[in-house]
């Protein structure tokens, strides 16, 4: 049903430190996709040689350090060069999108005029990239839990700078972790955003561990994410609490459709 991208930051630490070697574990673990966070500390060359070699693709590069993809509040000019650096190494793995985040926001401004701001950030991003065959997925991550602080945390809210972006090189990443710490109502946001969710990220609440470890009903999100007619992969951007390849068991057979 879904094609399972587990991130190589947080999954198949049992390999060791190397991204190479956790892109072999995840072969291993019967996955042809990895989405992994930003390419810091990573041996770019021997990840690439992992990936060819095994066959599996680099679904989404994430930011990290945490501001790399993240809209600084004065300068935005860190942004844009986060965003080349981002590039030459996603063309380098192959890696059709990059991450981005609002950061803390543009302060003391109305709320409204800060989303016109992303809009008008990220339509330079686009155009700044244009050509690269990267597309940049916009995150809004909850306030509640993980990223007090964050501009962005309504996945209605990233719709609203994706529209007013208008390219086909730009969407929504929809965590459906983070949506639901937020308590929003995944159907519905599913159905407002449509077409521009471009990439989904998911992992138990609360506690952000495997599927089955908290209290999400997997087999009726997943019949939700299939109906809302989103197709693409999706990433295992949790932290887990058992062994990794026994925490993407259950996952996996639900994705399969067992
Ligand atoms: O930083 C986070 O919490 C994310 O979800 C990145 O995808």
């Avoid at 190397?18 to 995840?26: E, G, L, N, T």
Wanted: glycine share 12%.
């Amino acid at each position: 049903m879904f094609q399972l991208a587990p991130n190589i930051d947080l999954l198949f630490s049992e390999a060791g430190d190397s991204a190479a070697d956790r892109v072999r574990a995840a072969a291993a673990a019967g996955f042809d996709a990895v989405e992994m966070w930003g390419p810091t500390g990573k041996d770019i060359p021997a990840l690439k040689e992992a990936l060819q070699e095994t066959g599996v693709q680099l679904t989404a590069q994430l930011a990290e350090p945490r501001m790399q993809f993240m809209i600084p509040p004065k300068n935005h000019e860190p942004f844009y060069e986060g965003l080349d650096a981002g590039v030459k190494v996603a063309q380098e793995l192959g890696c059709p999108r990059i991450v981005v985040g609002s950061g803390t926001g543009f302060g003391g401004r109305k709320r409204q005029d800060q989303l016109d701001e992303l809009i008008e950030i990220f339509t330079k991003g686009v155009a700044h990239i244009e050509g690269s065959g990267i597309t940049l997925v916009l995150e809004p991550v909850n306030i509640r839990v993980d990223h007090p602080g964050a501009l962005l945390d309504r996945t209605s809210e990233a719709v609203y700078v994706a529209r007013g972006v208008d390219s086909p090189n730009f969407g929504v990443l929809y965590d459906l972790y983070h949506s639901t710490v937020e308590g929003e109502d995944v159907v519905a946001e599913l159905a407002n955003a449509g077409r521009l969710v471009k990439y989904v990220q998911i992992a138990d609440a609360p506690g952000r561990g495997e599927p089955g470890s908290g209290s999400i009903d997997w087999a009726a999100r997943l019949t939700d994410l299939q109906h809302s007619g989103y197709a693409g992969p999706v990433g295992l951007e949790y932290y887990p609490t058992i062994e990794s390849a026994k925490s993407v068991r259950r996952i996996q057979e639900l994705a399969a459709g067992r």
